[in-house]
């Protein structure tokens, strides 16, 4: 749809983070939620006592650390799937919080293979409705442009320590996969957003939560450092990557009252 431009007002407020009230309620569910089954494969392996639901296409697998209630599910990879299927389990299961996890590349040169990133913002870097007068990354006519993570868990995330690195960045979500080949294209998604690391479903999951009013916090571990190597380093660091990941968050969750 064609609209007609628009004078961008430059001191605007873009970051939206709307009050959580039930943030630290033990009676909902924690979700914790990734793009694909490998990703959170070893989540599940921890798990003894775990049961699988169905719900048209959207399957959840129903378990629990100590005494708070999880539950683990896929969102399918890119924007449109993450988006649709968090609507769809806030909706259904009224969570206390959303936990995303997986795998990212990196866009910051210091970020390895194997680093943790806990973002504390996220944008989506393809939405690019600048001809209208919105900055990169605006969803124009919203208050949206960078989404911020809740701040409770976010602390509770930073204070955390482990034997992997872990960085507190900005991650960036397009539909595109970033290999050598798109890279010089891409340089301007660190130099322009200042993006650290990048992936397909963040910041579409992150504007879900905000409109919702639902608490998230995305946790990625670097898997390639989208040059000419990232499709075999994805690949073959799935498990890793997964098991990175599961350490952050059961840490987390164990300081969280």
Do not use: W
Request: glycine share 4%; aromatic share 8%.
């Amino acid at each position: 749809m064609r609209t007609p431009p628009v004078q961008h007002k430059s001191n605007q407020t873009l970051s939206t983070t709307p009050p959580h009230p039930d943030t630290f309620n033990p009676m909902k569910p924690i979700l914790i939620l990734s793009a694909i089954p490998e990703e959170i494969q070893d989540f599940l392996s921890h798990f003894t006592n775990t049961q699988t639901q169905t719900h048209g296409p959207f399957t959840t697998h129903h378990t629990q650390s100590d005494t708070t209630p999880l539950i683990l599910s896929t969102t399918g990879v890119g924007k449109v799937s993450a988006a649709m299927t968090t609507q769809h389990l806030i909706e259904r299961h009224q969570p206390r919080a959303i936990l995303f996890t997986g795998l990212a590349g990196a866009l910051n040169p210091n970020y390895e293979i194997g680093d943790l990133v806990i973002a504390t913002r996220t944008i989506q870097y393809d939405i690019d409705a600048s001809e209208l007068g919105f900055p990169p990354g605006t969803i124009p006519y919203t208050p949206y442009h960078t989404f911020t993570p809740d701040p409770h868990l976010l602390a509770h995330a930073q204070a955390i320590t482990l034997p992997q690195t872990i960085h507190h960045g900005t991650i960036l979500t397009g539909d595109q996969f970033i290999t050598h080949q798109k890279r010089p294209a891409y340089q301007h998604l660190f130099d322009h957003f200042q993006g650290d690391a990048i992936e397909m479903e963040g910041a579409a999951l992150a504007h879900v939560c905000t409109h919702n009013q639902t608490p998230h916090l995305l946790i990625r571990t670097i898997s390639d450092k989208a040059n000419a190597d990232a499709p075999t380093d994805f690949t073959t660091f799935l498990h890793t990557a997964s098991q990175n990941s599961f350490q952050l968050i059961q840490t987390l969750l164990r300081t969280l009252p």
